[in-house]
């Protein structure tokens, strides 16, 4: 008689699937949703907005030098909106940047970025990208907005002679929670839906008004006298919003700021060094992923240039040796720097020098003039593009 088989042990089989359904729905779904997600931004990709600031603004920029209304895109920028494509009969360029590309303390035609644009003699579009207060540690987030939104095929950081050297080693790069990080890779789409909306901006003296009030509590008594020391004319601009509060304050607690690049010790100097590396490194890594020229612009800083300037910021409380007019080791760091990843570089600060001019900068701001952006746009089409003959 034939014994009966043994039953088969089917539990170790149920067990192994369901780990494996566990993982599918573990792996694939979180997968399957974020291809999703790709999809939706592919086919119903919205139009950007908030880029830099808070889309649709308007403020007064008032100061004791200057009077201008800054008028924001709805893309969120300090321009026009743009197509997410450029025109076939156009090159399109991106200028990223701080206080000096925006063209503070000029109307928005007057910035260098649109000057390039209007004296071209080639048809350029020029996107302005430019935020005051930015640093080197904040262009890699722009660059990357720019090419991802606009696809430009030139991408020009304005470097600012000196200072954003200083930037590098005053300031950490912002660190972005991982979890963060992660969202907006996995799922683009909803992060962008997700995002609050900003409040519209406050006007710029409103903001420097409340500022200076608490800045000047802050100071030292040995700084306190050396506020004392301004003149009125300063002291009066400052208090009634009218200069901005930064510029004074850092006067006052590290006056010999704009000596840092030069006189730093060398441990200060190979830090700076090695942090612009890093930074060259990946807007390059990032504009070649792209295809996009990447050019350095050396943006020419008052106090290295101009005698007037200068002497500007001397009345503001600056300690600035008249050895700053000649000192090549601001420049010298980013052309360097740039050769080493093969990154053309703008270089107009001999121009600047060469012409002298006591208009090319606010006394006390220490800003730009419009014939400071018309001077550095020349110097940026002369190495990229013709100027127009009529001009």
Not at 285 to 309: F, K
Not at 314 to 327: I, M, N, Q
């Amino acid at each position: 008689m034939t014994e009966p088989a043994p039953p088969i042990d089917t539990a170790p089989r149920r067990s192994k699937r369901r780990r494996l359904f566990v993982a599918i729905c573990l792996i694939g779904i979180p997968l399957s949703l974020s291809g999703l997600d790709h999809l939706v931004g592919w086919i119903l990709a919205t139009p950007p907005r908030h880029l830099l600031f808070p889309s649709g603004s308007r403020v007064q920029h008032e100061s004791c030098e200057f009077d201008v209304v800054v008028t924001i895109s709805s893309q969120g920028l300090r321009d026009r909106d743009f197509s997410p494509l450029p025109p076939a009969t156009k090159r399109r360029v991106v200028a990223i940047g701080d206080s000096f590309t925006f063209g503070w303390g000029v109307r928005a035609e007057e910035s260098w970025p649109k000057v390039v644009e209007n004296l071209a003699n080639e048809p350029w579009e020029v996107i302005n990208f430019g935020f005051p207060g930015a640093s080197p540690n904040d262009y890699s987030p722009m660059i990357t907005a720019a090419l991802d939104h606009f696809s430009p095929s030139i991408v020009l950081v304005g470097t600012l002679q000196g200072d954003d050297l200083i930037q590098l080693v005053e300031q950490e790069p912002a660190e972005i929670n991982w979890s963060v990080r992660t969202r907006e890779w996995v799922f683009p789409t909803l992060s962008g839906w997700l995002q609050p909306t900003p409040t519209t901006m406050e006007s710029y003296r409103s903001v420097f008004r409340k500022s200076q009030a608490y800045l000047r509590s802050t100071l030292t008594p040995s700084q306190q006298r050396r506020y004392r020391q301004l003149s009125p004319r300063v002291r009066t601009a400052f208090e009634a919003g009218l200069l901005n509060p930064s510029l004074v304050h850092t006067a006052m607690t590290n006056p010999g700021r704009f000596v840092q690049p030069v006189q730093g010790a060398t441990e200060w100097r190979s830090n700076a060094e090695s942090r612009f590396r890093r930074s060259v490194r990946e807007w390059s890594s990032r504009c070649r992923a792209a295809g996009a020229r990447l050019v350095m612009v050396i943006v020419p800083d008052g106090p290295y240039v101009s005698e007037a300037s200068r002497q500007g910021m001397r009345l503001v409380g600056y300690d600035v040796p008249a050895t700053l007019l000649k000192t090549t080791v601001c420049q010298e760091v980013v052309t360097d720097i740039c050769s080493e990843f093969d990154v053309a570089v703008i270089d107009p600060v001999a121009g600047f020098r060469e012409a002298a001019a006591d208009g090319d900068y606010f006394e006390l701001d220490g800003h730009f003039t419009p014939q400071g952006h018309k001077r550095l746009a020349a110097a940026v089409i002369r190495e990229i593009g013709e100027k127009k003959q009529s001009d």
